[in-house]
């Protein structure tokens, strides 16, 4: 199994352009998460799914967008892209019925390095 | 707001000593998971604690989970350079929206041989 695979590894975008970060999982979980991290500022939740056709937004959602038309794939999208943007984006995926004992322990994808100027 | 509280933020020791992470919230969680991350990559899960007044062991790291389940702890016996790296504690609640987790920000570990 290849895991969580994220392309591409590094991309720097002017003010303005827009571009897809893509993430692909071969673990047949069903929730899917993006998530910046921010130097000393740990993980922020962008954007998660629970599911193929269902999104929803996380602590951190402006300036994202996101689509899950299969279990395995969930991209991030970036329409106008802002200095702000500027961070290491990680995608992850877990199993979990949202049920107790079932524990929402997630596998990380190897990150995006983005930097907007 | 759930929050996480890591401490220290950075940590720099010799090889062969010991320290202890600690990872503090006013919530109480359901599970709490313990994370390394080194340098240009995702974290990778180290122990997940559920039970409150649990501890786990994983070779020279043990984990505790309190028994209020608002705060852990992870203590490393006899450090080694492998050991470097950033260690997240991360709380997962069934209250919240669909058991997304909270990560603390961090404790940035350098062990030097």
């Known amino acids: 199994n290849a895991g969580v695979t994220q392309t591409p590894k590094f991309r720097i975008l002017k003010i303005g352009q827009s571009m897809t970060l893509q993430c692909a999982q071969d673990?047949?979980?069903?929730?899917m998460y993006w998530y910046r991290q921010d130097p000393g500022m740990g993980l922020k939740l962008i954007y998660y799914?629970?599911?193929?056709?269902?999104?929803d937004k996380g602590e951190v959602p402006n300036g994202y967008n996101v689509s899950r038309s299969t279990t395995e794939d969930f991209p991030l999208r970036l329409e106008l892209a802002a200095p702000s943007q500027t961070s290491v984006y990680f995608c992850?995926?877990?199993?979990?019925?949202?049920?107790?004992?079932?524990?929402?322990?997630?596998?990380f994808g190897p990150g995006t390095r983005l930097t907007v100027l | 707001t759930q929050l996480l509280e890591q401490s220290p933020q950075f940590l720099s020791i010799q090889e062969g000593e010991n320290l202890t992470v600690y990872c503090n919230s006013s919530?109480?969680?359901?599970?709490l998971q313990w994370y390394r991350q080194e340098p240009g990559e995702g974290p990778v899960l180290l122990v997940t604690?559920?039970?409150?007044?649990e501890v786990k062991k994983l070779k020279r790291l043990t984990f505790q989970f309190g028994d209020a389940r608002k705060d852990s702890s992870l203590h490393i016996t006899a450090a080694q350079p492998g050991d470097t790296g950033l260690y997240l504690c991360?709380?997962?609640?069934?209250?919240?929206?669909?058991?997304?987790?909270?990560f603390g920000k961090g404790t940035k570990l350098s062990v030097k041989p």
């Open positions: 991360a709380g997962e609640n069934y209250g919240g929206s669909q058991g997304n987790l909270i």
């Open positions: 604690v559920v039970t409150g007044g």
């Open positions: 992850a995926s877990s199993y979990s019925t949202g049920w107790a004992g079932s524990y929402n322990e997630q596998f």
């Open positions: 673990m047949n979980h069903n929730y």
């Open positions: 799914s629970v599911g193929a056709g269902i999104t």
């Open positions: 919530s109480v969680f359901s599970s």
